[in-house]
């Protein structure tokens, strides 16, 4: 069975630091994509990053970009020059085949 | 474009009573999911329709839930009789063309047992 980890359940950064959220995932499948997703304290969650499994590249959004290391099943998060507007639970999601998995999640804290 | 929205976004019931959560997805969005968080666990899966029908049943705790979108618009999600293990944030999403496309969710409903 799939399965994510989230093995840090609460972080704290600087603002303008930079600092990344760290995801495993375990699975058999080959085809798949994997998502950060951003809950704030206002509760909608958002999606920040995709990535798709076959892609070699690492993706980037701004200052979001991932670190995916297929043969590890790694695939961490960096934010880059946090600002206090990034704190929020972030939620790392495998998806193959319809089906999403999510890990438990990881609260940021970005300290003034 | 209107988000997903969910209604109630809280609910305080007693062990044994009834709830119906409802969700409205984006319009045109034919992919909608309803997830569970616990608190201090991770988001569960619990179904996914396409339009009307279940596509995917599986993460359903037991035969206390049910779920329904009538004519592939709005869905409810309905726990009869309710248990305390059922508290938690039951969160509802839409997608166009399955979870590989963005999901959209909305703001969650917490649902609170006592």
């Known amino acids: 069975a799939q399965t994510v980890t989230q093995s840090q359940p609460e972080m704290s950064v600087q603002e303008a630091e930079t600092v990344t959220l760290s995801c495993t995932y375990d699975?058999?499948?080959?085809?798949?994509?994997l998502f950060w997703y951003k809950q704030p304290p206002s509760r909608q969650m958002i999606l920040v990053i995709r990535?798709?499994?076959?892609?070699?590249q690492n993706a980037t959004e701004n200052r979001f970009s991932v670190n995916f290391q297929k043969a590890a099943k790694s695939f961490s998060l960096k934010i880059s020059d946090s600002q206090l507007g990034d704190a929020a639970m972030y939620f790392c999601?495998?998806?193959?085949?319809?089906?999403?998995?999510f890990g438990k999640g990881t609260r940021l804290h970005i300290l003034p | 474009e209107a988000g997903v929205t969910q209604f109630p976004s809280h609910s305080v019931i007693e062990k044994g009573q009834t709830v119906t959560l409802r969700c409205d997805p984006i319009?045109?969005?034919?992919?909608l999911y309803w997830y569970r968080r616990v608190m201090g666990k991770e988001i569960k899966f619990l179904l996914h329709?396409?339009?009307?029908?279940?596509?995917?049943e599986s993460g359903m705790p037991n035969n206390r839930f049910l779920a329904e979108r009538t004519g592939g618009t709005y869905s409810t999600l309905k726990v009869q009789p309710a248990e305390l293990e059922d508290s938690g944030v039951y969160f509802c999403?839409?997608?166009?063309?399955?979870?590989?496309?963005?999901?959209?969710f909305g703001n969650g409903t917490r649902l609170t047992v006592t």
């Open positions: 999403a839409s997608s166009q063309t399955g979870p590989v496309s963005p999901l959209h």
């Open positions: 699975t058999s499948e080959s085809d798949y994509y």
């Open positions: 990535q798709e499994a076959y892609k070699q």
């Open positions: 999601a495998y998806i193959s085949k319809n089906k999403i998995i």
């Open positions: 319009s045109g969005h034919d992919n």
């Open positions: 329709f396409v339009k009307e029908s279940k596509q995917d």
